[in-house]
């Protein structure tokens, strides 16, 4: 029983170290989320629920990161109590990781920034003309009206400079064909792919984390009872 509890303990401090690194590229990852909205505010994009997503994953990393030194701490003063806060910490966190990586998964699939559905709305308007919040999102993207530069030739409305290339039409070579919707799918869905691969790292590490710790106080009970008993 000692040498399984020795394993336990020797198996929980890989975990805690493994949990810590995850929690600093977490915090990385809302650091570089946060500095790549910079090339948005430059062009007059800013998706206010990107930037919460970046403070919520350096907060999120700076718990793991805490959670982890809490852990080596019960580890090192074999304290039950500590080790049992320990496990429900592990659970609680990767049940909000789990919401997390819920709500971002949903969002990367379906999810469209109001400004981008009001630019569609003034696509299809046929009262509307000038710019439009659209304008700058094929600015931004590269991309042009909502399926292809085809809707703006359909809808018999001027193909703006936006869906061109340095702003410049003269070249049918600078024409952006791929459509906006689209487009901002696959750029959401790019720049939340390390956020659910270190999801699932971070998840199974907390589980193992949990499992773990739970098995290694029930080994100390075990381990005590047998001292007193042969006391």
Same mark, same amino acid.
Request: charged content about 15%.
């Given at each position: ?29 809302? #650091?570089?989320?946060?500095?790549? %909205?910079? $090339?948005?505010? *430059?062009? @007059?994009?800013? +998706? ?5 997503? /970046? ?50 998964? #949903?969002?990367?699939?379906?999810? %469209?920034? $109001?400004?981008? *559905?009001? @630019?569609?709305? +003034? ?5 509307? /003309? ?102």
């Amino acid at each position: 029983m000692y040498c399984s509890g020795r394993l336990l303990r020797y198996i929980l401090c890989v975990i805690s170290v493994i949990c810590a690194v995850g929690g600093c590229l977490l915090i990385w990852y809302g #650091a570089w989320l946060l500095e790549s %909205l910079e $090339d948005q505010q *430059r062009v @007059g994009v800013l +998706d206010h629920g990107e930037q919460l997503a /970046a403070v919520l994953c350096i907060l999120l990393g700076c718990v793991i990161i805490l959670t982890s030194i809490f852990g080596c701490v019960a580890l090192g003063r074999d304290s039950r109590t500590m080790l049992i806060c320990h496990a429900v910490l592990l659970v609680v966190l990767l049940v909000v990781q789990f919401v997390f990586f819920s709500i971002s998964f #949903a969002a990367s699939r379906d999810t %469209l920034p $109001d400004t981008l *559905r009001q @630019g569609f709305d +003034d696509l299809w308007d046929p009262q509307h /003309a000038g710019n439009s919040s659209l304008n700058t999102y094929e600015q931004w993207l590269h991309c042009c009206g909502r399926n292809s530069a085809e809707d703006y030739m359909h809808l018999d409305k001027e193909l703006p400079v936006s869906c061109c290339r340095d702003l410049d039409c003269t070249k049918p070579l600078n024409l952006f064909m791929t459509g906006c919707e689209l487009q901002f799918k696959d750029y959401l869905s790019a720049k939340t792919a390390n956020f659910h691969s270190l999801s699932w790292f971070l998840m199974l590490a907390e589980f193992a984390g949990s499992v773990t710790t739970c098995y290694l106080v029930d080994s100390i009970r075990n381990h005590r009872d047998r001292v007193r008993f042969y006391n």
